[in-house]
């Protein structure tokens, strides 16, 4: 069953599993669908599966048997993505936009082609412009009859989700999942031998698609052991720019490679559709129009281009702050659970080295640098500050 992909959630699973069998009486004509509702923010920290829960329902309302069987049309269309009644809604740049948000809200009150439900998923609804976020009150408000919303948003920052939207939503609330569960599925689900999967499970702060990664992919561990070198090699101030720049640059060059191959392509597919390389009458007049469109396409792959940075720096920038967290366990003589358990001579040396409170501030300008990054500073500025603290801790 589809429900099998929502890892370490089971209160979530049973609330919408009641929910998909309401609206599946709805569509039958057996029941009133006590429980069903149009409107869901799901929420929790990142790596909880907030968008896979949400498609698992999503499959479950499109399902023939109303339970997410994982085995019928609705639902193989509905998780791979190409259901013709579900709109996934995934921010590639900084934000969505009001355009953007306007023509999936008329899209969305038209009557679904499959008889079941029009479903609309956004993702990251946090970074709802203001115009966009009013855009999608009105059809929260006022809700075609057979339509469902389901957002996504950080548990860190939902009350960047207006009030007034958050208000007319049921909340599904998710946790980290349990290392054990995290272990299971990369067994079970994508064949990672026990002993990596567990490793992976453990290091991955409950985030299930960085415990895929760092399990399948050298180039990821690499990342990170480098990242988790840096609080321990930070000897001069020479080395708090060499660190800096190595951050940076790890951080575009992942960015390059995600968005190298698909924004050429990208590009190809829109020139051939406006009528590029194409002769006869025409042809000319029709490359010329097009100016705008591929400038337009450019805006927006450099918009994700810098989003996909920061998304790679904030991945090392977490690691450091699980790392200094740990120091401060170490030190405490807690029995709390490492983020960083295979790193635990480094974080002993350390907790040894340093005082709490010089820890403490380290600690601090990682996450400070963190919350400049996100209010658009330069990214290399903001980690030089960040390392020349750390250097001085």
Known sequence: MIWSQVVGQPQAVSVLQAAAAAASSIVDGTGAGEGMIHAWLFTGPPGSGRSVAARAFAAALECATGVGCGECRGCRTTMAGTHADVRLVVPE???????????LVQTSARRPTGGRWQVVIIEDADRLTEGAANALLKAVEEPPERTVFLLCAPSDHPDDVPVTIRSRCRPIALRTPAADAIAEVLAARDGVDEQTARWAASVCGGHVGRARRLATDQAARERRAAVLRIPLHLRRLSDVFACADDLVKTAEADATEVSEARDGAERDALKTALGHGGTGKGAAAASRGSAGAIKELERRQKSRATRTQRDALDLALVDLAGFYRDVLV???????????????ADITTAARSWSPESTLRRLEAV??????????VKPRIAVEAMLTALHHG
């Open 330 to 344: 170490v030190g405490s003589t807690a029995t709390a659970t490492l983020n960083h358990p295979d790193h635990s």
């Open 93 to 103: 740049g900084l934000s969505i936009s009001v355009a953007e948000m306007r023509a």
């Open 367 to 376: 996450l400070a640098c963190r919350e400049a990054i996100e209010l658009n």
